[in-house]
């Protein structure tokens, strides 16, 4: 298979966590941030989209074998992590993945099936995860002829104009429960998601 990276959005500001951050918060004793960015090395090379150094999400990947890549303008929201990393992306790569750090529920497997995706639905340049009942979600591959308009966005969407500028060549891939929205945003989320928590 052809090497495609995962960009791993993980540069937020956690606004609502009130102090805390959540990329730092546990998941079976791992940083939220390393759990994700392990789950995305089984995919692909990672290009980490972070906050300016000094900060503690560089600690918590200290030891992997990722791109870490700073983004000076990370307050701007979203879109200037996906810019920031795109630049980082090999010349060559036919698609790049692009994934959110504080979905809990990912797993390697999700990853796997939307790269399948790409595969087995050819005819689409965007293939996204789904929620069991059909609600899109995260992770989104985009086909490197969307890398353009990509790099052009501002704000803090996460590229859903692109998205709906490409309705029809997007796949949704249908993943297990509410793995592909689950995110963790506040402290109720958090304390939620612990207590209704199926392993």
Do not use: C
């Not at 951050?21 to 941030?33: N, Q, R, S, T, Y």
């Not at 700073?70 to 810019?83: F, H, K, Y």
């Not at 989104?140 to 029809?168: I, M, P, W, Y």
């Amino acid at each position: 298979m052809d090497k495609i990276p995962v960009i791993l959005l993980a540069a937020g500001q956690s606004r609502r966590m009130g102090g805390a951050d959540k990329l730092i918060k546990e998941v079976d004793g791992i940083p939220l941030v390393r759990r994700s960015t392990e789950i995305a090395m089984t995919a692909g090379p990672v290009i980490v989209a972070l906050p300016p150094r000094p900060h503690r999400r560089y600690d918590a990947l200290a030891d992997l074998d990722v791109l870490r890549v700073p983004i000076p303008e990370a307050t701007e929201g979203m879109n200037a992590s996906l810019r920031g990393a795109l630049t980082h992306v090999a010349p060559d790569a036919p698609a790049a993945m692009v994934m959110l750090a504080d979905l809990p529920e990912l797993s390697s497997a999700d990853l796997g099936a939307v790269l399948s995706a790409r595969t087995e639905h050819p005819d689409h340049l965007i293939w996204r995860g789904a929620t069991d009942s059909g609600k899109p979600g995260h992770p989104v591959l985009f086909d490197r002829s969307l890398f353009s308009q990509l790099s052009e966005l501002t704000g803090d969407d996460g590229a859903q104009s692109v998205v709906r500028a490409n309705k029809d060549k997007v796949h949704l891939e249908s993943l297990p429960r509410q793995h592909a929205l689950r995110d963790l945003d506040t402290r109720e989320d958090w304390d939620d998601w612990h207590a209704n928590r199926t392993l």
